[in-house]
């Protein structure tokens, strides 16, 4: 059997047909019933190649090249791949496989009603695609084919590709036989995504392997400029569990530098080229949302499927086309995810940077993995560069790499590229390799010189970093099984919405403290007020920054909306369905200042500290429609995406009253305490919260003791101020008289009290306070949760060793 339709095969088939195709047929025959779309087409089986090979007397030489091949020997490997491939290109057809490949094809082209449909040629290997091991783009895919002749041309050209350099490394590295592994080809019906767009999707986060996620890339043109990373994509997050409640669940979506895409040749004897995109286009998303939720629910049937058939969690990597003219959306390939879903290893492993060490920052890109990596730079500008310069150990930092590039990357203790998004080739072979990578950084290889010292380091978040140096770092590692948890619930403190999906790995009760001004200042970067009315201030600079940085958005207000919006949905999906309590903009007055544009709208205030901040903004006129779009957002959220874990705390309230008119300022704008079962927290952090607790926790859900400021107002101090800082002590009697009352005033009202601040991890004896005291939960920082978890733990253990053994001597006769 040399050729069989895509629809005949299955999984079982997979020595047959190899991975790709297996996979295609798998789908075709369980999943077009539930109304995912797979383009049609037939494989020729790897009976088709070893006749060829056979028909051709080329395995002996192949086997004589190989073993006079030196395996770690870069050169030597190189000049291997090329005499192999030579070798094959020049090989003839068998005559009656040449006439079975006409005949498919002609039988294909009616079926979709023309005489030379175009296809794509994509190579099926027999170990592609396996749980294990991720072969993926290490043999060739040929697009726009057309007409039997360049069918088998390109046919030809995907056995070759068996012996790519990257894939005689690969199969060297993971103990791969060279000639137990063979080659299946699919010719597949081509969906015209040159006149729309393409991509890349996964079904989790591929950087942290959180599972609830969709993520998925795309451009416009043929998806080759994706998977090659020849543009740095659009990129959009979709949350899972809420989708399958019904819910528009893309919790973020950030607009790519797609500068060019790649579409069907026009020249004689090309088969495709790559072409500028109109400058209106690249500030537009290449997906609209309708088409991004319908893609995520086709992801999520493949998952479940794929899931139920192996009777076990199996991520899938996805590859997506929309074609032009019909504007029908397809899935052209399916495989398991081969890095997190055979991560068994139940530790956490965290890289840190030593930030005593001012080292400047030489570039940022996007981050590929979490770990740090340093050494030499060493430029190379394509393969043709001498292998031998490249030292092991050294930075690669080039325009961009493929998997042609995988036996200079295995050697690489990072990898700095210009372009690139986190889903290309190159990103999935140096996440296999655990190597850390920044690509799409633009112009790494003009910033960067050869042999100069850099850390590169993708442990901070979606943005990698190479700082200039041999930064110190540690590592640290936790083995979660072992882990000893309290009863006291240990909530986080997370800022950064890149790494929330990091820290929910880390054991936890949910997010005690979400902040929106980190979101604000780091993902909007302008005071709300001058966002809204820049047109009307006539600042000419001021308005280009502004229409630079909500490109891609419907106008000023559907920026802050969606941004902050997604930073929150980030953070609170990544815990969800635990309780997310997200903290309203808390900004002085001298920081919203330095806000893009604040200069126009803030006052100077003597001390800002105990001035125009916190609840006190939300009601006032000057600030009551800023405040509204944050109201506007948390909306969102919780409604369009679901995640009604979100509590909303409020922040430096002084009086009841001023809680009043918040409540009706956020029910003008559509949040209002109940619905939906909204909850809403006050901060307690001055002194009218806790002598006022009772009629306070008559209008709200909970507490969360703020110990900074509280010690601050408390003891009549700066805390910024070095001249009073050996005063500043959150274990002062009257601090802790003060929050031990306002637990006991909460309990009467059945209010909850936390804490959010770094008092219970920095001082074990102020945790055992608060143990005692019977504070509802804890809330710290990421770094700081494990020792606090220990320590908490710690605690209880020790009171109620104690308790034991006050009862036992009671019990004792005197």
Request: proline content about 4%; some cysteine.
């Amino acid at each position: 059997m040399y050729i069989v339709d895509l629809s005949e095969v299955q999984l079982s088939d997979l020595a047959l047909v190899g991975g790709k195709n297996a996979s295609l047929g798998q789908m075709i025959r369980n999943l077009e019933k539930l109304g995912v779309n797979i383009p049609g087409g037939f494989a020729l089986t790897v009976h088709a190649y070893r006749e060829f090979i056979e028909h051709n007397n080329l395995d002996q030489e192949i086997r004589d090249i190989i073993e006079q091949m030196k395996k770690d020997d870069l050169l030597s490997l190189k000049n291997a791949g090329e005499q192999i491939r030579q070798i094959i290109r020049k090989g003839t057809w068998p005559e009656h496989i040449r006439q079975q490949i006409q005949e498919n094809y002609k039988n294909l082209s009616q079926k979709y009603g023309h005489d030379n449909t175009d296809v794509a040629v994509r190579s099926s290997a027999t170990a592609e695609d396996l749980p294990d091991a991720s072969f993926a783009g290490q043999q060739e895919t040929f697009l726009n084919v057309k007409g039997p002749e360049q069918i088998l041309e390109a046919v030809r050209n995907c056995f070759a590709s068996l012996f790519t350099d990257r894939a005689i490394s690969y199969r060297n590295n993971f103990g791969f036989d060279h000639f137990e592994v063979e080659l299946s080809v699919c010719v597949q019906k081509m969906v015209r995504s040159d006149l729309a767009s393409s991509g890349v999707a996964f079904s989790l986060d591929t950087e942290s392997g959180f599972r609830d996620v969709i993520l998925i890339n795309g451009s416009y043109g043929l998806g080759e400029s994706v998977v090659q990373g020849t543009v740095s994509p659009d990129e959009f997050l979709v949350f899972k569990p809420t989708l399958k409640e019904g819910y528009k669940s893309i919790i973020e979506k950030k607009l790519g530098r797609k500068s060019e895409k790649m579409v069907y040749a026009t020249e004689p004897g090309k088969l495709v080229e790559t072409v500028e995109v109109k400058p209106g286009e690249q500030n537009q998303f290449c997906l609209s949302e309708e088409q991004v939720l319908k893609l995520a629910e086709w992801i999520c049937i493949i998952e479940d499927y794929y899931c139920e058939l192996k009777n076990n969690w199996c991520p899938m990597d996805i590859e997506w086309a929309v074609d032009g003219l019909t504007g029908e959306l397809f899935i052209v390939q399916a495989r398991p995810e081969t890095i997190h879903s055979r991560n068994r290893d139940n530790a956490l492993v965290e890289y840190k940077i030593d930030r005593s060490v001012q080292a400047p920052v030489r570039l940022t890109g996007i981050a590929v993995g979490d770990k740090i990596g340093q050494g030499k730079v060493k430029k190379m500008i394509s393969l043709d560069a001498s292998f031998e310069d490249f030292k092991k150990g050294d930075v690669l930092v080039t325009e961009m790499t493929d998997p042609d590039w995988e036996p200079v990357m295995k050697k690489a203790s990072a990898i700095i590229t210009n372009k690139g998004g986190r889903t290309c080739h190159a990103a999935i072979v140096a996440r296999e390799m655990g190597v850390p990578a920044i690509v799409g950084t633009e112009n790494g290889t003009e910033l960067l010189q050869d042999g100069e010292d850099i850390t590169v380091s993708c442990a901070e978040g979606d943005a990698g970093k190479a700082y200039e140096g041999l930064v110190p770092f540690e590592t640290q590692r936790t083995e979660l099984d072992k882990l000893d948890l309290p009863e006291t619930p240990i909530m986080l403190n997370v800022a950064s919405p890149d790494l929330a999906f990091k820290f929910a790995r880390v054991p936890n009760s949910g997010i005690g403290l979400a902040r929106e001004e980190f979101i604000i200042n780091n993902f909007i970067q302008v005071h709300p007020l001058a966002l809204m009315q820049h047109t009307e201030l006539k600042d000419k600079a001021l308005s280009e920054k502004i229409n630079k940085l909500t490109r891609g958005f419907e106008s000023e207000e559907d920026f802050f909306i969606n941004r902050l919006s997604y930073g929150i949905a980030k953070i609170a999906s990544a815990f969800y369905p635990k309780q997310a309590i997200v903290r309203l903009s808390d900004f002085k007055s001298n920081e919203y200042f330095n806000l893009l544009g604040g200069s126009y709208f803030e006052p100077k205030e003597e001390n800002p500290m105990i001035g125009w901040r916190g609840a006190s903004r939300y009601y006032s006129k000057e600030y009551e429609e800023a405040f509204g779009l944050e109201c506007k957002a948390i909306k969102k959220v919780r409604e369009e995406m679901g995640l009604t874990n979100i509590t909303i705390m409020i922040p430096f309230c002084r009086t009841v009253e001023e809680l009043n008119k918040v409540y009706a300022v956020m029910k003008k704008y559509g949040l209002e305490r109940g619905r939906e079962g909204l909850q809403v927290y006050l901060m307690a952090e001055l002194p009218s919260n806790i002598l006022m607790a009772e009629e306070f926790g008559e209008h709200v859900d909970g507490f969360s003791i703020g110990s900074n400021d509280l010690t601050q107002l408390t003891l009549g101090l700066d805390r910024d101020s070095s001249l009073v800082a050996n005063i500043y002590d959150e274990r002062n009697p009257a601090v802790k008289r003060s929050i031990s009352n306002l637990i006991k005033a909460a309990k009467k009202t059945n209010t909850k009290v936390g804490i959010c601040g770094q008092g219970p991890s920095d001082h074990p004896d102020f945790a055992q306070f608060l143990v005692q005291q019977g504070i509802d939960s804890i809330s710290v920082t990421p770094d700081s949760m494990l020792k606090t978890i220990k320590a908490v733990y710690k605690i209880e253990q020790e009171m109620k060793q104690e308790s034991v053994s006050k009862t036992r001597a009671y019990a004792e006769p005197s």
